[in-house]
């Protein structure tokens, strides 16, 4: 099986950055993805990592290190439209394509 | 809007009704799923498709049943809900690589009388 872990809720200031962390135990990873949920609508995907290192885009940006099972996302310049819940997913051998979701990450971005 | 286009958006029903919730794609992914989400949760996996073959059912119980008619659609049927069963059926889409991410619709907000 897989364990994956990541904090219940976070809050931040417009403008600022924020970092959301996720840990993972799992044995033939494949890759992790972000994925973002605003209420009441549809998850979107964010980001992928499968290699180590830390991947770009615009605003976000998420790392992977797959010795320490760890994966952040970040988020700079923060607005009000980020409020929302972040979903870490993984893939591995086991099941292959179908992810593994954790718990996801409420985050709330006060003026 | 998405890629994925679930109907309705929004169902009420009692327990004893038979009611049908729909899922369409037209990006030509063979692995189709239905998850069930509540409240500050993450979604919860309930069927997957593989080249409309069901390959996953993750010990639901039968008042849902799943459909796949062909490659582009998704069904799930449901009879005899419990107010429990109330939540955001999720329906979502992707290939079968272990890289490539899924395709939500936009839920259907189930609720039971």
């Known amino acids: 099986g897989q364990n994956i872990d990541q904090p219940t809720e976070m809050t931040a200031t417009e403008g600022a950055i924020v970092q959301i962390n996720c840990t993972y135990q799992?044995?033939?990873?494949?890759?992790l993805f972000w994925y973002q949920q605003h209420a009441g609508e549809a998850p979107t995907f964010l980001s992928y990592?499968?290699?180590?290192g830390l991947e770009e885009k615009g605003r976000f940006s998420s790392f992977l290190s797959r010795s320490k099972g760890y994966s952040y996302l970040l988020l700079k310049e923060l607005q009000m439209k980020d409020s929302a819940s972040y979903l870490c997913?993984?893939?591995?051998?086991?099941?292959?394509?179908?992810?593994?979701f954790g718990r996801g990450t409420s985050l709330i971005v006060h003026p | 809007d998405t890629e994925v286009t679930q109907t309705p958006k929004h169902l009420v029903m009692g327990m004893t009704n038979k009611k049908s919730l729909k899922c369409e794609q037209h990006m030509g992914h063979r692995a189709m799923y239905w998850y069930k989400q509540k409240a500050k949760k993450p979604p919860e996996l309930m069927f997957v498709y593989s080249y409309e073959k069901l390959s996953i059912n993750e010990s639901v119980p039968s008042r849902f049943s799943p459909e796949c008619p062909n490659s582009s659609l998704l069904n799930l049927h449901l009879h005899a809900l419990q107010p429990e069963d109330s939540a955001l059926y999720l329906c979502a889409s992707s290939t079968q690589d272990s890289n490539q991410p899924q395709h939500f619709g936009d839920g259907t907000r189930l609720s039971i009388l």
């Open positions: 990592n499968v290699l180590d």
């Open positions: 799992t044995s033939g990873f494949n890759g």
């Open positions: 997913a993984v893939t591995a051998s086991g099941g292959s394509y179908i992810p593994t």
